[in-house]
C-alpha cells in the first residue's frame, strides 16, 4: 500500500476513500448489531432456540458481520483522521478485521452444510451434529487463525524490527502480497463451493420431494435470494483482490460502488438470515407485543 500510494501520489485519495468507507462501516455497524442484539435476545430466551445447531451458527455469524464492522470503523478512523498509528498495530486492527471477515463466509457454509443435513439426513445427522458443533466451530476459528498468523510472519518478516513500529500516517495493511491474495482466492473458492454444493443438493432434494407446494416454493425462493445474496458478497470481494489499488479516479469511484455493494450485502445479512426465519419473525412479533404490553402496563400503573 505504501509504496502503490507513493507510486501514484494519490494520498489525499486514500484518506477521502478511507473517510468514506469509515462512514459507511459506521451505518452498517449500528444497523447489523441493532438487528444481532434483538436476534441474539429473543435466542437467548428461549431454551429450545438457544440449543439448536442453526441458531447458534446464525448467532456466531451475526456477531461476526458486527465486529467485521465495528474493526473497520477502527481500522478506517486511523486512516481518515491520519493517526500516526505504529504500523505493527494497523496490521494487527486489519489482520483481526479480516480473519472475522472470513470468519463470517466460514459460518455460511457451516449453516448451508447443516441446512443440507436436516433436510436430506434428518434422523441420521441430528444426534451427531449436536454432538460436534462446538469443535467445528472452534476448528473453523483455528484454521482461520493459523492460516493468517504464517502469512502475517511471512510478509511481516521483509520490514525490519524498526519499520514496524514506526508511526504511519496512513496506515498501511498487511497480507496483501501475491502469496496472500492467492491463498485468500483458495480459501474463498473453497467455502463458496461448499456453499453451492450444499445449496444445490437441496434445491435437487426439494424439487424431488415436494413439487410444487407452498413450503417448498418458498424453501426454492430462500435458496435463490440466499444465492443472490452470495453474491452481493463474493463479485466484490473477487475484483477488490484482483484489482488491488490503482491510480486514477475511475478506479477510485469503482472501488467505492465495490465497497458500497459490500457493505450493503453486510446490512442485509440479519435480515435474510436472521428475521427472514418464520420461527424468529413470529417469536419477534411476540416479543415486540410483550414490550408494548408491558410498557402500557406500567405507564397505567397508579401511584401509590
Known amino acids: 500500500m505504501n509504496l502503490s500510494s507513493e507510486h501514484c501520489n494519490i494520498s489525499d485519495w486514500l484518506r477521502l476513500e478511507a473517510t468514506v468507507k469509515a462512514s459507511v462501516y459506521t451505518v ?18 428461549n431454551s ?80 451427531f451434529v449436536d454432538s460436534v458443533k462446538y469443535r467445528i466451530l472452534a476448528g473453523s476459528w483455528t484454521i482461520i487463525i493459523f492460516k493468517n498468523v504464517c502469512l502475517f510472519l511471512i510478509e511481516g518478516t521483509n520490514p525490519t524490527q524498526g519499520a514496524v513500529f514506526k508511526s504511519e500516517p496512513l496506515c498501511p495493511v498487511i497480507l496483501n502480497g501475491s502469496a ?16 453451492l454444493i450444499s445449496y444445490s443438493l ?11 407446494n407452498r413450503s417448498n416454493i418458498k424453501a426454492r425462493k430462500t435458496v435463490l435470494i440466499h444465492l443472490v445474496q452470495m453474491g452481493l458478497h463474493v463479485i466484490p470481494t473477487l475484483m477488490f483482490i484482483g484489482l488491488g489499488k490503482m491510480c486514477g479516479v475511475f478506479f477510485f469511484a469503482l472501488n467505492l460502488v465495490l465497497f458500497g455493494v459490500f457493505a450493503f450485502a453486510q446490512c442485509l445479512n440479519p435480515l435474510i438470515y436472521g428475521l427472514w426465519n418464520r420461527e424468529l419473525q413470529s417469536r419477534l412479533y411476540c416479543w415486540m407485543c410483550c414490550q408494548q404490553w408491558g410498557g402500557h402496563v406500567m405507564a397505567n400503573r397508579e401511584p401509590v
Not at 28 to 45: C, D, E, L, N, W
Not at 202 to 212: D, L, M, N, P, V
Open 28 to 45: 452498517a455497524f449500528f444497523f447489523a448489531t441493532f438487528v444481532t442484539v434483538i436476534i441474539i435476545m429473543m435466542v437467548s430466551q
Open 48 to 127: 429450545k432456540l438457544k440449543k439448536e445447531v442453526r441458531y447458534i451458527l446464525l448467532c456466531h455469524h451475526l456477531l461476526c458481520i458486527s465486529s467485521y464492522c465495528g474493526l473497520g470503523v477502527v481500522f478506517q478512523g486511523m486512516r481518515a483522521l491520519l493517526a500516526n498509528s505504529p504500523v505493527l498495530m494497523c496490521w494487527v486492527v486489519f489482520g483481526v478485521q479480516l480473519s472475522v471477515g472470513e470468519g463470517i463466509l466460514f459460518t455460511l457454509a457451516l449453516m448451508a452444510v447443516n441446512t443440507y443435513l436436516a433436510i436430506c439426513w434428518p434422523l441420521k445427522s441430528l444426534s
Open 180 to 195: 496472500a491474495r492467492a491463498i485468500g482466492m483458495v480459501f474463498l473458492f473453497l467455502l463458496l463451493s461448499i456453499i
Open 202 to 212: 437441496i434445491y435437487r432434494e426439494g424439487k424431488q420431494a415436494g413439487h410444487f
